[in-house]
């Protein structure tokens, strides 16, 4: 899989989990054994999908203060797996430069959401974040 394919499989797994009850073991079993599923999970999927569990709450707190005049349960879900996906990439991949999860990210939000001011709410978030960033990894590591 390209890491294009990667990204976008593991922002439907992020998705998915919040629309159902199911663990992510489970919709990775799930996605296993379905020939035909819409989602394919390899191991790199399921390392940038446990990598953006892992830290959801650390990132839903970084959401939440970039984003004061809208709730992060009022961000649209899809929108929010796209955020979380690229935070957690932006911070704690080391193999992926800031501004290459950002301009990810917004293709996501293109390709996936329905509303133009979701790919705008999408990139300003994740552009403020960029900013802060902007000292630590832009190129090397911000952990």
Known sequence: MTRKEVRANAMKLLYALSLRDDTVTALYAIAEEDPDAEILVDDAVKELT?????????????????????QITR?????????????YEMHWDD???????????????EEYTPQSEDVRFINGVLGSYARELSGGKEGSSAS
């Open 75 to 87: 961000i649209p879900k899809l929108c929010l797996a796209i955020i979380r996906l690229a935070m």
């Open 50 to 70: 446990d990598g953006t569990i892992a830290h959801m709450d650390e990132i839903d707190g970084i959401i939440g203060r970039l984003s004061p005049k809208r």
């Open 95 to 109: 193999g992926t430069p800031v501004n290459a999860a950002v301009s990810e990210a917004v293709k996501l939000a």
